[in-house]
């Protein structure tokens, strides 16, 4: 059992407290928050201007892509999907020595301690089955055309089991159906079925792109020459309208939706599915941003994430969350502060299911820690730690220290 002091306890509980010169007691589980608690417990005196919060949950990454710097094509999303096709291969057998371990790190000095990975090729287990921070691992299923649909059904299941050797508490095996347009409805279902057997919590891009609205709704846009000449395809294998049915029982979180229409945000709302909001990579493929407005008010429970190495210059969430709070104009910077802390902390821990995120009674105690160059209003708090953090001092996962 353990005993934290800090200038700052920021709880992101039911009330968003945040407790001055406070204490939180625990073991692996947060056991009491408060003042002057127990004096008969080993106590860490984090120091002055020091703020003590949940570690932040990053729901969103391609780290088999972390060998991406220049390589990749921005500004434009087919030209970067074609890219991404064209290099591919190449990205994914320079992502070797450090480069998995370089990742991991730039995350955790950002305060990450849990991330939610897609996984297309198994290339990432070794590198993540023991990693220190918590890894949700989404086996990624793509496929839409039905002559390869069988032989990318049985990888993905080859790839499943493996990962779910490695099944611990720190590391969750899980499925991820990468978009509408990729993967055959078929194969969806089934696909589903196992994340249903499984109770898995399952990830999807959903309406990342214009040119992915126009190819579901009328087979036009961007993706029809792209869908001719890679796959000799004439028509999306599915409606955006159902594709979204078949998630109606399974706890989905939805990758974008930035060109996702009021219908679909209703229906995405009415299976209480979550959206994973990923500013800097919608910002470098140009396919816009996400209206978090309109989505809190549907009640759809969204993180920010900051995707892959493969559309984003950096894996750091704070970073992330200030171009958030400098791209959302229309949004009161400090409101918009606090509500962009609690997607990375509360509202992403409950989108994976990992009972952490706030500290509170119960939770599982995994806590970041740093200081504030000088002491803060209590009201400009959020607001000065994304305007002024980009790397943390100390980090509990578990209730155990982690070396950064
Ligand atoms: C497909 O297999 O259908 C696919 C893969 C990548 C991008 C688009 C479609
Ligand atoms: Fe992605």
């Known amino acids: 059992m353990i005993k934290l002091k800090a200038n700052y306890i920021i709880t992101m509980n039911e009330k968003n407290e945040i407790i001055e010169n406070g204490e939180v007691i625990f073991d692996k589980k947060i056991i009491k928050i408060g003042k002057n608690l127990e004096k008969n417990i080993k106590t860490i005196d984090l120091g002055e201007n020091s703020v003590l919060m949940p570690g932040l949950i990053n729901t969103h990454t391609h780290l088999e892509f972390s060998a991406n710097q220049t390589t990749l094509i921005y500004g434009d999303f087919i030209t970067w999907l074609n890219s991404v096709i064209a290099k591919r291969e190449n990205l ?3 992502c070797k020595n450090n ?3 370089n990742a991991i790190t730039q995350m955790k000095k950002s305060g990450i301690v849990a991330f939610g990975e897609i996984s297309s090729t198994g290339l990432d287990l070794d590198h993540l089955k023991n990693s ?3 890894v949700i691992y989404f ?6 055309n039905p002559a390869a649909v069988d032989a990318l059904y049985q990888d993905f299941l080859n ?7 490695y099944k611990s508490e720190k590391f969750i095996p899980s499925i991820s159906i990468h978009s509408p347009y990729s993967v055959h409805p078929i194969v969806i279902k089934k696909v589903l079925d196992i994340a249903k057997q499984k109770n898995m919590v399952v990830s999807a891009h959903f309406m990342e792109s214009k040119a992915e609205r126009e190819w579901l709704d009328n087979n ?4 029809k020459i792209f869908f001719k000449q890679n796959l000799n395809q004439e ?4 409606s955006a309208v159902e594709f979204l049915k ?14 996702a229409n009021e219908e679909e945000l209703q229906y995405i709302s009415s299976i209480n599915a979550s959206i994973a909001h990923c500013p800097v990579s919608n910002r470098l493929l140009n396919t816009g941003l996400l209206n978090i407005e309109r989505v809190k008010n549907l009640q759809i429970p969204y993180s920010v994430a900051t995707d892959g190495l493969s559309s984003n210059y950096s894996l750091n969430l704070f970073k992330e969350i200030r171009s958030a709070l400098l791209m959302h104009t229309g949004l009161h910077p400090k409101y918009l502060a606090k509500d962009l802390i609690k997607s990375v902390t509360k509202n992403a821990g409950e989108i994976l299911n990992l009972n952490n995120g706030s500290i509170e009674v119960g939770k599982f105690a995994d806590l970041i820690s740093f200081k504030l160059p000088q002491c803060s209003n209590i009201e400009d708090l959020y607001l000065q730690i994304i305007l002024h953090i980009n790397e943390i001092e100390k980090m509990w996962i578990n209730g155990e220290k982690i070396e950064i």
């Open 92 to 94: 994914l057998a320079d």
């Open 99 to 101: 480069c998995y371990q």
């Open 132 to 134: 220190d921070l918590k």
């Open 139 to 144: 086996n990624e299923i793509i496929g839409s």
């Open 159 to 165: 790839r499943l089991k493996e990962s779910e050797e």
């Open 220 to 223: 036009k846009g961007d993706f």
């Open 235 to 238: 028509t999306a294998v599915t």
């Open 246 to 259: 078949q998630f109606e029982d399974v706890k989905t979180h939805f990758i974008h939706a930035v060109w």
